[in-house]
């Protein structure tokens, strides 16, 4: 991605009812970004390919 990319928000596809979604992006090298609001452009947080990994399997495991 270049620095004047935009990033590809991607919506979770367990959305709640309004804005209740996560929207993750991945970001150059080895970051993903995630986000909370119907507007992803407010960055919640940013974390590593392997932390949102483990988090995912975590969910899923868990509900």
């Keep these: 991605m270049t620095a ?3 990033p590809d928000w991607r919506k979770s ?3 709640g009812e309004g804005d209740a979604c ?6 150059p090298g080895t970051l993903v970004r995630v986000a909370d609001r119907a507007d ?3 960055l919640v947080m940013a974390t590593t390919h392997a ?3 483990d ?4 969910v899923k ?3």
């Design 61 to 63: 495991r868990t509900g």
């Design 4 to 6: 004047n990319a935009r």
């Design 40 to 42: 992803p452009a407010h």
């Design 22 to 27: 996560v929207y993750v992006a991945a970001a």
């Design 13 to 15: 596809s367990y959305c």
């Design 51 to 53: 932390a949102w990994a």
């Design 55 to 58: 988090f995912v399997r975590s």
